[in-house]
């Protein structure tokens, strides 16, 4: 059986995007300006980890306001959580696959699970980043940030 992260590399090479092998399961990937994913293959406990870091670190006055804002972004996805390091305020968005050796994995699954990872981050980076720069948000609604406008002028 192939190394997962073996695959990674081959679809990563043709989104051309930069990334290093660390060892035979890690791997970092720079997916844009301001997102940094590490991904661990943890083949004993047959887990795949990825862990992009949104290149946002929240100062200490605006930490109960991120914590809001992360509870309120997390109810808003279905795969992965973000969540705020306590290790350099740093906010990360990640989530874990268990029994990855139980299925059929190919470049397909592998680019999907990228592409998600960059469209969960870049969904609430700019929501996150208001907050940790805009001293005048009172109230701000994550309903606000994400209204439907389809159809409407």
């Keep these: 059986m192939s190394n997962i992260l073996d695959i990674a590399e081959e679809v990563l090479k043709a989104k ?3 990334f290093s092998r660390i060892d035979e399961n890690e791997m970092l990937v720079t997916l844009s300006e301001n997102y940094h994913l590490s991904i661990l293959l ?6 795949l980890h990825f862990s992009n870091d949104l290149n946002l670190v ?11 804002s992360i509870i309120k972004a997390n109810e808003r996805i279905w795969v992965g959580h973000f969540d705020l390091l306590s290790n350099g305020n740093k906010i990360i968005y990640s ?7 139980s299925f ?19 969904r609430f980076y700019h929501y996150f980043k208001m907050i940790i720069s805009d001293k005048n948000i009172p109230n701000f609604s994550l309903s606000s940030l ?6 409407e002028a």
């Design 42 to 47: 943890r083949p004993e406990y047959e887990l």
């Design 16 to 18: 051309d995007l930069n």
């Design 58 to 68: 929240c100062p200490d006055d605006k930490i109960a306001a991120i914590e809001d």
């Design 95 to 101: 989530f874990t696959i268990p029994f990855i050796f």
């Design 104 to 122: 059929f994995f190919d470049e397909n699954n592998f680019e999907s699970l990228i592409d998600l990872v960059y469209d969960e981050s870049e």
């Design 146 to 151: 994400f209204q439907d406008s389809i159809g």
